[in-house]
Protein backbone atom coordinates (compact mmCIF):
# COMPACT_ATOMS: atom_id res chain seq x y z
CA UNK A 1 0.00 0.00 0.00
CA UNK A 2 1.94 3.72 -1.44
CA UNK A 3 1.51 6.23 0.46
CA UNK A 4 -0.59 8.47 -2.00
CA UNK A 5 -3.57 6.67 -1.61
CA UNK A 6 -4.40 6.55 1.81
CA UNK A 7 -4.88 9.59 4.13
CA UNK A 8 -5.60 7.23 6.92
CA UNK A 9 -3.04 4.14 6.91
CA UNK A 10 -5.29 2.29 9.27
CA UNK A 11 -8.36 2.90 7.31
CA UNK A 12 -8.60 1.65 4.11
CA UNK A 13 -12.07 2.80 3.59
CA UNK A 14 -10.54 6.49 4.08
CA UNK A 15 -8.72 7.15 0.61
CA UNK A 16 -7.73 9.79 -1.35
CA UNK A 17 -5.58 9.96 -4.54
CA UNK A 18 -3.13 12.46 -3.91
CA UNK A 19 -3.25 13.08 -8.22
CA UNK A 20 -6.23 14.60 -7.18
CA UNK A 21 -4.15 17.64 -6.06
CA UNK A 22 -1.95 17.45 -9.24
CA UNK A 23 -1.26 20.58 -11.09
CA UNK A 24 -3.63 20.61 -14.13
CA UNK A 25 -2.24 23.33 -15.50
CA UNK A 26 1.24 22.00 -15.96
CA UNK A 27 3.23 23.25 -19.16
CA UNK A 28 0.83 25.73 -20.07
CA UNK A 29 3.53 28.48 -20.55
CA UNK A 30 2.31 29.88 -24.13
CA UNK A 31 0.61 33.20 -24.48
CA UNK A 32 -3.09 32.60 -25.84
CA UNK A 33 -3.47 33.19 -29.42
CA UNK A 34 -5.42 36.01 -30.56
CA UNK A 35 -8.29 32.78 -31.98
CA UNK A 36 -7.71 31.18 -28.13
CA UNK A 37 -8.71 34.46 -26.86
CA UNK A 38 -11.74 34.88 -29.28
CA UNK A 39 -13.01 31.97 -28.74
CA UNK A 40 -13.33 32.14 -25.13
CA UNK A 41 -14.96 35.10 -25.30
CA UNK A 42 -17.67 33.69 -27.41
CA UNK A 43 -18.23 31.26 -24.65
CA UNK A 44 -18.49 34.21 -22.19
CA UNK A 45 -14.75 33.21 -20.87
CA UNK A 46 -14.28 37.14 -20.13
CA UNK A 47 -11.99 38.96 -17.61
CA UNK A 48 -14.42 41.17 -14.92
CA UNK A 49 -14.74 42.47 -11.66
CA UNK A 50 -17.76 41.74 -9.50
CA UNK A 51 -16.46 44.39 -7.29
CA UNK A 52 -16.90 47.08 -10.01
CA UNK A 53 -20.33 46.24 -10.86
CA UNK A 54 -21.29 45.91 -7.34
CA UNK A 55 -20.06 49.37 -6.65
CA UNK A 56 -21.90 51.31 -9.14
CA UNK A 57 -24.91 48.97 -8.00
CA UNK A 58 -24.10 50.71 -4.65
CA UNK A 59 -23.34 54.07 -5.84
CA UNK A 60 -25.80 54.84 -7.92
CA UNK A 61 -29.33 53.82 -6.50
CA UNK A 62 -28.12 55.84 -3.30
CA UNK A 63 -27.40 58.52 -5.10
CA UNK A 64 -30.89 58.60 -6.37
CA UNK A 65 -32.15 58.06 -3.09
CA UNK A 66 -30.65 61.16 -2.09
CA UNK A 67 -31.84 63.14 -5.40
CA UNK A 68 -35.32 61.61 -5.00
CA UNK A 69 -35.61 61.27 -1.07
CA UNK A 70 -38.41 63.93 -1.00
CA UNK A 71 -40.53 61.88 -3.40
CA UNK A 72 -39.80 58.82 -1.80
CA UNK A 73 -40.41 60.03 1.61
CA UNK A 74 -43.94 61.84 0.30
CA UNK A 75 -45.34 59.08 -1.18
CA UNK A 76 -44.39 57.29 1.91
CA UNK A 77 -46.06 59.43 4.27
CA UNK A 78 -49.33 59.49 1.58
CA UNK A 79 -49.41 55.75 1.82
CA UNK A 80 -49.19 55.95 5.60
CA UNK A 81 -52.11 58.25 5.62
CA UNK A 82 -54.26 56.20 3.52
CA UNK A 83 -54.10 53.10 5.11
CA UNK A 84 -54.71 54.91 8.86
CA UNK A 85 -57.34 56.26 7.83
CA UNK A 86 -58.59 53.23 6.20
CA UNK A 87 -58.05 51.67 9.75
CA UNK A 88 -60.61 53.54 11.11
CA UNK A 89 -63.70 52.03 8.96
CA UNK A 90 -65.38 48.89 10.78
CA UNK A 91 -65.60 46.81 7.49
CA UNK A 92 -62.61 46.30 5.56
CA UNK A 93 -63.00 42.53 4.46
CA UNK A 94 -65.08 42.95 1.10
CA UNK A 95 -63.06 46.73 0.52
CA UNK A 96 -60.75 46.42 -2.52
CA UNK A 97 -58.97 49.93 -2.34
CA UNK A 98 -56.40 47.87 -0.58
CA UNK A 99 -54.14 45.06 -2.87
CA UNK A 100 -54.56 48.21 -6.00
CA UNK A 101 -53.41 50.88 -3.20
CA UNK A 102 -50.36 48.80 -1.97
CA UNK A 103 -49.23 47.94 -5.29
CA UNK A 104 -49.32 51.48 -6.88
CA UNK A 105 -47.41 53.10 -3.41
CA UNK A 106 -45.53 50.09 -4.03
CA UNK A 107 -44.07 50.63 -7.52
CA UNK A 108 -44.23 54.08 -7.02
CA UNK A 109 -41.42 53.84 -4.60
CA UNK A 110 -39.23 50.83 -5.44
CA UNK A 111 -39.47 51.02 -9.50
CA UNK A 112 -36.86 54.23 -9.99
CA UNK A 113 -34.45 52.37 -7.34
CA UNK A 114 -35.02 49.40 -8.75
CA UNK A 115 -34.28 50.80 -12.74
CA UNK A 116 -31.20 52.59 -11.66
CA UNK A 117 -29.56 49.43 -9.71
CA UNK A 118 -30.43 47.66 -12.86
CA UNK A 119 -28.67 49.75 -15.82
CA UNK A 120 -26.02 50.47 -13.28
CA UNK A 121 -25.23 46.38 -13.42
CA UNK A 122 -25.40 46.27 -17.41
CA UNK A 123 -23.47 49.20 -17.15
CA UNK A 124 -21.22 48.17 -15.03
CA UNK A 125 -20.83 45.13 -16.95
CA UNK A 126 -20.32 46.91 -20.32
CA UNK A 127 -17.73 48.97 -19.31
CA UNK A 128 -15.43 46.22 -18.91
CA UNK A 129 -16.23 43.44 -21.25
CA UNK A 130 -18.22 45.31 -24.20
CA UNK A 131 -21.45 44.13 -25.96
CA UNK A 132 -21.33 40.48 -25.22
CA UNK A 133 -24.30 37.87 -24.96
CA UNK A 134 -23.88 33.66 -24.63
CA UNK A 135 -25.59 31.31 -22.95
CA UNK A 136 -22.80 29.05 -22.70
CA UNK A 137 -22.25 29.95 -19.22
CA UNK A 138 -25.48 28.93 -18.30
CA UNK A 139 -25.80 25.64 -20.27
CA UNK A 140 -25.77 22.54 -18.18
CA UNK A 141 -23.10 20.91 -17.99
CA UNK A 142 -22.42 17.64 -16.57
CA UNK A 143 -18.80 17.32 -16.38
CA UNK A 144 -18.85 20.24 -13.75
CA UNK A 145 -20.76 17.76 -11.34
CA UNK A 146 -17.73 15.47 -10.79
CA UNK A 147 -15.58 16.75 -7.96
CA UNK A 148 -12.28 17.87 -8.54
CA UNK A 149 -11.02 18.17 -5.08
CA UNK A 150 -7.97 18.71 -5.96
CA UNK A 151 -9.04 21.39 -8.34
CA UNK A 152 -11.09 23.34 -5.46
CA UNK A 153 -9.01 23.42 -2.44
CA UNK A 154 -6.23 24.62 -4.89
CA UNK A 155 -7.86 27.73 -6.05
CA UNK A 156 -10.10 27.98 -2.93
CA UNK A 157 -7.06 27.91 -0.20
CA UNK A 158 -3.68 27.74 -1.70
CA UNK A 159 -3.75 30.03 -4.55
CA UNK A 160 -2.94 33.62 -5.57
CA UNK A 161 -6.64 34.32 -6.26
CA UNK A 162 -7.65 33.20 -2.78
CA UNK A 163 -4.63 35.04 -0.86
CA UNK A 164 -5.60 38.20 -3.39
CA UNK A 165 -9.79 37.69 -2.12
CA UNK A 166 -8.47 37.17 1.43
CA UNK A 167 -6.64 40.28 1.58
CA UNK A 168 -9.27 42.31 -0.27
CA UNK A 169 -12.23 41.57 1.70
CA UNK A 170 -10.03 42.34 4.61
CA UNK A 171 -9.22 45.52 3.47
CA UNK A 172 -12.79 46.53 2.91
CA UNK A 173 -13.84 45.90 5.99
CA UNK A 174 -11.38 47.97 7.21
CA UNK A 175 -12.21 50.48 4.77
CA UNK A 176 -15.95 51.12 5.83
CA UNK A 177 -15.17 50.60 9.24
CA UNK A 178 -12.69 53.53 9.09
CA UNK A 179 -15.36 55.77 7.15
CA UNK A 180 -17.99 55.06 9.57
CA UNK A 181 -16.02 55.65 12.38
CA UNK A 182 -14.81 59.13 10.71
CA UNK A 183 -18.38 60.21 10.07
CA UNK A 184 -19.87 59.28 13.21
CA UNK A 185 -16.53 61.47 14.94
CA UNK A 186 -16.89 64.23 13.13
CA UNK A 187 -20.84 64.14 14.13
CA UNK A 188 -20.75 63.01 17.38
CA UNK A 189 -21.83 66.49 19.02
CA UNK A 190 -25.03 66.35 16.96
CA UNK A 191 -25.47 62.48 17.67
CA UNK A 192 -25.62 63.06 21.17
CA UNK A 193 -28.19 65.46 21.33
CA UNK A 194 -30.58 63.77 19.64
CA UNK A 195 -32.21 61.94 22.98
CA UNK A 196 -33.33 65.66 23.54
CA UNK A 197 -34.33 66.07 19.86
CA UNK A 198 -37.46 66.52 17.69
CA UNK A 199 -38.53 63.14 15.46
CA UNK A 200 -37.47 65.09 12.27
CA UNK A 201 -34.07 66.87 13.34
CA UNK A 202 -32.98 62.92 14.63
CA UNK A 203 -33.97 61.60 11.25
CA UNK A 204 -32.61 64.30 9.36
CA UNK A 205 -29.56 63.94 11.08
CA UNK A 206 -28.92 59.68 11.00
CA UNK A 207 -30.09 59.91 7.46
CA UNK A 208 -27.21 62.37 6.61
CA UNK A 209 -24.20 60.65 8.29
CA UNK A 210 -25.62 57.14 7.12
CA UNK A 211 -25.81 58.71 3.33
CA UNK A 212 -22.44 60.09 3.75
CA UNK A 213 -21.11 56.79 4.72
CA UNK A 214 -23.39 54.71 2.27
CA UNK A 215 -21.70 57.13 -0.52
CA UNK A 216 -18.11 57.08 0.81
CA UNK A 217 -18.08 53.73 0.94
CA UNK A 218 -19.34 52.71 -2.56
CA UNK A 219 -16.55 55.62 -4.10
CA UNK A 220 -14.25 53.73 -2.28
CA UNK A 221 -15.29 50.45 -3.03
CA UNK A 222 -15.49 51.60 -6.63
CA UNK A 223 -11.57 52.73 -6.50
CA UNK A 224 -10.61 49.32 -4.81
CA UNK A 225 -12.04 47.42 -8.01
CA UNK A 226 -9.46 49.13 -10.09
CA UNK A 227 -6.60 46.83 -8.78
CA UNK A 228 -9.20 43.78 -8.99
CA UNK A 229 -9.82 44.37 -12.34
CA UNK A 230 -6.17 44.07 -13.29
CA UNK A 231 -5.73 41.38 -10.98
CA UNK A 232 -8.62 39.36 -12.64
CA UNK A 233 -7.53 40.22 -15.78
CA UNK A 234 -4.38 38.46 -14.99
CA UNK A 235 -6.01 35.57 -13.64
CA UNK A 236 -7.69 35.37 -17.25
CA UNK A 237 -5.11 35.72 -19.21
CA UNK A 238 -3.56 32.73 -16.98
CA UNK A 239 -6.22 30.50 -16.94
CA UNK A 240 -5.81 30.84 -21.16
CA UNK A 241 -2.44 30.03 -21.49
CA UNK A 242 -1.61 27.17 -24.03
CA UNK A 243 1.09 24.36 -23.79
CA UNK A 244 3.28 24.27 -26.56
CA UNK A 245 1.42 21.77 -28.35
CA UNK A 246 -1.82 23.33 -28.15
CA UNK A 247 -0.26 26.28 -30.02
CA UNK A 248 0.95 24.10 -32.83
CA UNK A 249 -2.35 22.14 -33.21
CA UNK A 250 -4.04 25.74 -33.51
CA UNK A 251 -1.36 27.08 -36.05
CA UNK A 252 -2.18 23.62 -37.91
CA UNK A 253 -5.81 24.01 -37.87
CA UNK A 254 -5.66 27.96 -38.22
CA UNK A 255 -2.89 27.38 -41.37
CA UNK A 256 -4.23 24.30 -43.15
CA UNK A 257 -1.95 21.13 -43.28
CA UNK A 258 1.76 21.58 -44.15
CA UNK A 259 1.61 19.44 -47.59
CA UNK A 260 -1.73 21.80 -48.47
CA UNK A 261 0.88 24.96 -47.54
CA UNK A 262 3.75 24.11 -49.54
CA UNK A 263 1.95 22.80 -52.57
CA UNK A 264 0.05 26.18 -52.41
CA UNK A 265 3.37 27.56 -52.20
CA UNK A 266 5.25 25.80 -55.13
CA UNK A 267 1.87 26.85 -57.40
CA UNK A 268 2.03 31.19 -56.38
CA UNK A 269 5.79 30.95 -57.68
CA UNK A 270 5.09 29.09 -60.56
CA UNK A 271 1.93 31.80 -61.17
CA UNK A 272 4.70 34.77 -60.37
CA UNK A 273 7.00 32.99 -62.59
CA UNK A 274 4.97 32.61 -65.46
CA UNK A 275 3.76 36.21 -65.19
CA UNK A 276 6.96 37.56 -64.83
CA UNK A 277 8.52 35.78 -68.05
CA UNK A 278 5.49 37.76 -69.75
CA UNK A 279 7.33 40.87 -69.28
CA UNK A 280 10.65 39.69 -70.43
CA UNK A 281 9.93 40.65 -74.11
CA UNK A 282 9.74 44.70 -72.89
CA UNK A 283 13.05 44.37 -71.92
CA UNK A 284 15.89 46.34 -72.89
CA UNK A 285 18.84 44.19 -71.77
CA UNK A 286 19.23 41.30 -69.62
CA UNK A 287 21.81 41.49 -67.10
CA UNK A 288 23.55 37.99 -66.15
CA UNK A 289 25.93 36.31 -64.25
CA UNK A 290 25.78 34.54 -66.46
CA UNK A 291 24.23 31.02 -65.34
CA UNK A 292 23.35 32.11 -62.26
CA UNK A 293 21.68 35.17 -62.66
CA UNK A 294 19.11 37.04 -64.74
CA UNK A 295 17.50 40.65 -64.59
CA UNK A 296 15.35 42.07 -67.27
CA UNK A 297 15.68 46.18 -67.35
CA UNK A 298 13.13 48.68 -68.98
CA UNK A 299 13.93 51.57 -69.38
CA UNK A 300 11.72 54.19 -70.60
CA UNK A 301 12.69 57.54 -70.74
CA UNK A 302 9.21 59.23 -70.79
CA UNK A 303 7.57 57.43 -67.97
CA UNK A 304 10.43 56.42 -65.89
CA UNK A 305 13.07 57.98 -63.74
CA UNK A 306 15.54 55.44 -64.00
CA UNK A 307 15.47 51.44 -65.30
CA UNK A 308 13.55 49.47 -63.87
CA UNK A 309 13.49 45.40 -62.70
CA UNK A 310 10.72 43.36 -64.41
CA UNK A 311 11.81 39.92 -64.13
CA UNK A 312 14.33 38.62 -62.35
CA UNK A 313 15.47 34.85 -61.43
CA UNK A 314 18.01 32.39 -60.81
CA UNK A 315 19.23 28.75 -62.21
CA UNK A 316 16.13 27.94 -63.83
CA UNK A 317 14.38 30.84 -63.48
CA UNK A 318 17.14 32.66 -64.99
CA UNK A 319 17.78 29.89 -67.81
CA UNK A 320 13.99 30.59 -69.06
CA UNK A 321 14.58 34.62 -68.47
CA UNK A 322 17.88 34.09 -71.19
CA UNK A 323 15.72 32.07 -73.41
CA UNK A 324 12.74 34.25 -73.79
CA UNK A 325 15.10 37.29 -74.34
CA UNK A 326 16.92 35.56 -76.76
CA UNK A 327 13.73 35.04 -78.68
CA UNK A 328 13.14 38.45 -78.36
CA UNK A 329 16.41 39.61 -79.37
CA UNK A 330 16.84 41.28 -76.14
CA UNK A 331 20.69 41.77 -75.55
CA UNK A 332 21.78 39.60 -72.78
CA UNK A 333 24.62 41.79 -70.82
CA UNK A 334 27.27 39.82 -68.90
CA UNK A 335 28.23 41.61 -65.22
CA UNK A 336 28.25 39.60 -62.48
CA UNK A 337 28.53 42.20 -59.32
CA UNK A 338 25.57 44.37 -61.04
CA UNK A 339 23.25 40.80 -61.60
CA UNK A 340 23.92 39.80 -58.32
CA UNK A 341 23.55 43.21 -56.66
CA UNK A 342 20.03 43.78 -58.72
CA UNK A 343 18.89 39.94 -57.70
CA UNK A 344 19.25 40.61 -53.76
CA UNK A 345 18.39 45.06 -53.63
CA UNK A 346 15.78 45.38 -56.31
CA UNK A 347 12.41 43.85 -56.31
CA UNK A 348 10.14 43.37 -59.51
CA UNK A 349 9.14 46.73 -60.90
CA UNK A 350 11.17 49.07 -58.89
CA UNK A 351 14.13 51.11 -60.52
CA UNK A 352 17.40 50.47 -59.71
CA UNK A 353 19.10 52.38 -56.86
CA UNK A 354 21.10 55.70 -57.97
CA UNK A 355 24.52 53.92 -56.90
CA UNK A 356 24.11 51.89 -60.50
CA UNK A 357 23.13 54.54 -62.72
CA UNK A 358 26.62 55.27 -64.36
CA UNK A 359 27.25 51.20 -64.41
CA UNK A 360 23.65 51.14 -66.14
CA UNK A 361 24.31 53.78 -68.20
CA UNK A 362 27.26 51.88 -69.49
CA UNK A 363 25.64 48.78 -70.36
CA UNK A 364 22.52 50.71 -72.12
CA UNK A 365 25.26 52.73 -74.48
CA UNK A 366 26.76 49.49 -75.42
CA UNK A 367 23.12 47.59 -75.74
CA UNK A 368 22.09 51.00 -78.14
CA UNK A 369 25.41 51.00 -80.00
CA UNK A 370 24.72 47.45 -81.17
CA UNK A 371 20.76 48.24 -82.12
CA UNK A 372 22.22 51.80 -83.90
CA UNK A 373 20.89 54.05 -81.62
CA UNK A 374 21.90 56.94 -79.18
CA UNK A 375 21.88 57.10 -75.19
CA UNK A 376 21.39 60.11 -73.39
CA UNK A 377 22.23 60.87 -69.64
CA UNK A 378 20.91 58.75 -67.70
Not at 217 to 231: G, R, T, V
Given at each position: M?????????????????????????G????????????????????????????L???F?????????S????????????F?????E???????R??P????Y?L????????????????G?????G?L????P?????????P?????????????E?????????????????????N??A?????G????S?????????????FA??????I???????P???F?R?Q??E???????E???E??????????????????????????I??V???????????H??????????L??A???????M?NI????????E?????????K??????????N????I??????V???I???????????????
Amino acid sequence: MTSKHLLYPDESLFWIDLQWFAAEDEGRTEDPTEQKIRKAREEGKVAKSTEFSSALVLLFPIIAIGILGSYILGNLIDMMRFFFSLSTEIDLVGDDRIVPAFFNYFLRITVPIFAIAFISAILGNLFQVGFLFSTKPITPDLNKIVPRFGKFFKRAMFSAEAAFNLGKSIFKIIVIALIAFLNIRANIGKLGLLSSSTFWVSFQTVSRVAFAILVESAISLLILSIPDYMFQRHQHRESLKMTKQEVKEERRMSEGDPLVRSRLRERMRELLTRNMIRNVPRADVVVTNPTHYAIALEWNRSLMEAPAVIAKGMDNIAFKIREVAEANDIPCMENKPLARALYQEVNIGDVIPEKYYEVMALILAEVYKMKGRTLEAV
